[in-house]
């Protein structure tokens, strides 16, 4: 499975970015990490058969989504701080477990980067 993202670019405080990630075919569980410079990649939201699961931060801000017929997951983000900056990589794996920790991913994006200033 290929996974291939897009969406990021920069952005205002307070303002709103939607990343997508269409996979190469079917998978079980989606997701999104990010990763700043120097520090290690931490999840911020997964889906698999009607079921979401959020980090903290992301909880009231960031809505993730997906479409099944397209094999795309997506990741609205409202309410977007300068700590939000990072690189956001997607996630699958074949599992439909939803799951919040990196090893449990087989299939990783390229990362896209969101920069969050004024």
């Known amino acids: 499975v290929q996974l291939q993202a897009s969406g990021g670019g920069w952005v205002q405080p307070g303002g709103s970015l939607r990343l997508s990630c269409a996979a190469s075919g079917r998978t079980g569980v989606m997701g999104w990490f990010r990763q700043v410079p120097g520090k290690e990649r931490d999840f911020v939201a997964a889906?698999?058969?009607?079921?979401?699961r959020y980090a903290d931060f992301a909880k009231g801000r960031f809505a993730i989504s997906r479409d099944n017929a397209k094999n795309t997951v997506y990741l609205r983000m409202n309410s977007l701080k300068p700590e939000d900056t990072a690189v956001y990589y997607c996630a699958a794996d074949l599992d439909t477990v939803v799951v919040t920790t990196e090893r449990n991913y087989d299939y990783w994006g390229q990362g896209t980067q969101v920069t969050v200033s004024s």
């Open positions: 889906v698999s058969a009607g079921v979401t």
